[in-house]
Antibody, heavy 122, light 105 residues
Framework: EVQLVESGGGLVQPGRSLKLSCAAS????????MAWVRQAPKKGLEWVAT????????YYPDSVKGRFTISRDNAKSSLYLQMNSLKSEDTATYYC???????????????WGQGVMVTVSS | DTVLTQSPALAVSPGERVTISCRAS??????MHWYQQKPGQQPKLLIY???NLESGVPARFSGSGSGTDFTLTIDPVEADDTATYFC????????FGGGTKLELK
């Protein structure tokens, strides 16, 4: 059974940093792209970051580029999100998600974790 | 960025057929996927590649479309289908629609 378990969330002041972790099990972690997706309270879903199988390629939307860094440790089947210079608009539930390809270069999110809450407030 | 537009809400009666639409601001070919999210839960994949049913998802759910216009159909609708449905494109990075909240009468 595929399982994705996030941790590391909490309350943090604006401008500070936080690192999220995601422990994966039930599949060969190193074979899959992985991603973080967030959801602000009562809002829709926003893709935050994607990392390739080896970790050599990373992708971000403009809203977090230069502030967030996605990384992975295939030996530990773990995914990370380092969030720096946090803003109030980063307040959201952050989901770890596995990405699967159905066409070359086209990936969707087939499994999601339960999510972890990050609140940015003074 | 590729913007996905969904109608915000729909209300239908159990047993009826419902179609949820998603329009992309530019062509995404068949790189469109659909998710169901119930309150307090993580999203769940329903349809990938515009029309492919994810394993374990009831055959009441189906998807169609290509280019810029896509549809998720539920037929017949059951009470358990009360949820918010999101479309998502993977042709140009990854973006989500705003979601359509489905309520049952």
């Amino acid at each position: 059974e595929v399982q994705l378990v996030e941790s590391g969330g909490g309350l943090v002041q604006p401008g500070r940093s936080l690192k999220l972790s995601c422990a994966a099990s039930g599949f060969t972690f190193s074979n899959y792209y992985m991603a973080w997706v967030r959801q602000a309270p009562k809002k829709g879903l926003e893709w935050v970051a994607t990392i390739s199988t080896s970790g050599s390629r990373t992708y971000y939307p403009d809203s977090v580029k230069g502030r967030f860094t996605i990384s992975r440790d295939n030996a530990k089947s773990s995914l990370y999100l380092q969030m720096n210079s946090l803003k109030s608009e980063d307040t959201a539930t952050y989901y770890c998600a596995r990405q699967k390809s159905f066409n070359y270069g086209s990936y969707y999110f087939d499994y999601w974790g339960q999510g972890v809450m990050v609140t940015v407030s003074s | 960025d590729t913007v996905l537009t969904q109608s915000p809400a729909l209300a239908v009666s159990p047993g009826e057929r419902v179609t949820i639409s998603c329009r992309a601001s530019e062509s995404v070919s068949t790189g469109m996927h659909w998710y169901q999210q119930k309150p307090g839960q993580q999203p769940k994949l329903l349809i990938y590649g515009a029309s492919n049913l994810e394993s374990g998802v009831p055959a009441r759910f189906s998807g169609s479309g290509s280019g810029t216009d896509f549809t998720l159909t539920i037929d017949p609708v059951e009470a358990d289908d009360t949820a918010t449905y999101f479309c998502q494109q993977s042709w140009n990075a990854w973006t989500f629609g705003g979601g359509t909240k489905l309520e049952l009468k």
